[in-house]
């Protein structure tokens, strides 16, 4: 079993969509990261969050620190948000990265 | 606009041969990791850095993986010999570690990545 399960694996919205990712672990972390994969290769870090909740433009990310839980919702979903998001839970020590297995995006026009 | 830079972007090699990734981190940076994404593993954490010191390289095999930043703007990743499973993106990120914390305190920012493909 993975440390970091996310769901769902793969997506697809219609334009306008508010989209909600999740993401679940089970071992302690001391932050969790999202990244966003663009079709083309090339990560981008979205968030690092160890609580509470962060906004950024049409993305929101919150954690569940009890639950072991953590959500990325996109509002207004728009084509150009098509992309592979993963989400990694960062150990206790800082030194090890709990990568989820993505959750693929695609907007349709 | 700053951001992380590597080099080469594409490198096709064959089996056995000596394999050298670079890396510029964004100025200031204090941080570097590297990674592997392959479609089996994912994304795996190999090795990072801070002030040029290594601070973790538990998942990089060791017999032929060896990382090192001979200065603050430039961090490599070698494999001798290079195996046709090492075939992956190798992306390099940077970042800001604050003294005495292990939680990043910002986001890292990751280069495009080089596309290693190994015959």
């Known amino acids: 079993k993975n440390e970091v399960e996310q769901s769902p694996q793969n997506l697809t919205a219609q334009e306008g969509e508010f989209i909600t990712i999740n993401c679940s672990y089970s071992?302690?972390?001391?932050?969790l990261h999202w990244l966003q994969q663009h079709p083309g290769g090339g990560i981008v870090s979205l968030f690092m969050?160890?609580?509470g909740k962060k906004k950024h433009g049409r993305l929101i990310a919150t954690i569940n620190i009890q639950e072991k839980h953590s959500s990325l919702h996109i509002t207004a979903s728009h084509p150009r948000d098509s992309a592979v998001y993963i989400c990694?839970?960062?150990?206790?020590?800082?030194?090890?990265?709990?990568f989820g297995t993505g959750t693929s995006l695609t907007v349709i026009p | 606009d700053a951001r992380v830079t590597q080099t080469p972007r594409h490198k096709v090699t064959e089996m056995g041969q000596e394999v050298t990734m670079r890396c510029q981190p964004i100025?200031?940076?204090?941080?570097v990791f590297w990674y592997r994404q392959t479609m089996m593993q994912g994304l795996e954490l190999l090795a990072y850095?801070?002030?040029?010191?290594?601070?973790?390289d538990s998942g990089m095999p060791k017999d032929r993986f060896s990382a090192e930043m001979p200065d603050a703007t430039l961090a490599t990743l070698k494999i001798q010999p290079s195996e046709p499973r090492d075939s992956a993106v190798y992306f390099c990120?940077?970042?800001?570690?604050?003294?005495?914390?292990?939680?990043?305190?910002?986001?890292?920012?990751f280069g495009p990545g080089t596309r290693l493909t190994v015959l």
């Open positions: 990120a940077s970042g800001d570690l604050r003294d005495g914390d292990v939680v990043f305190t910002d986001t890292q920012y």
């Open positions: 850095f801070r002030n040029r010191a290594p601070l973790d």
């Open positions: 071992v302690g972390i001391s932050a």
């Open positions: 990694a839970g960062q150990s206790n020590t800082g030194n090890q990265f709990y």
């Open positions: 969050l160890s609580s």
């Open positions: 100025l200031g940076h204090n941080t």
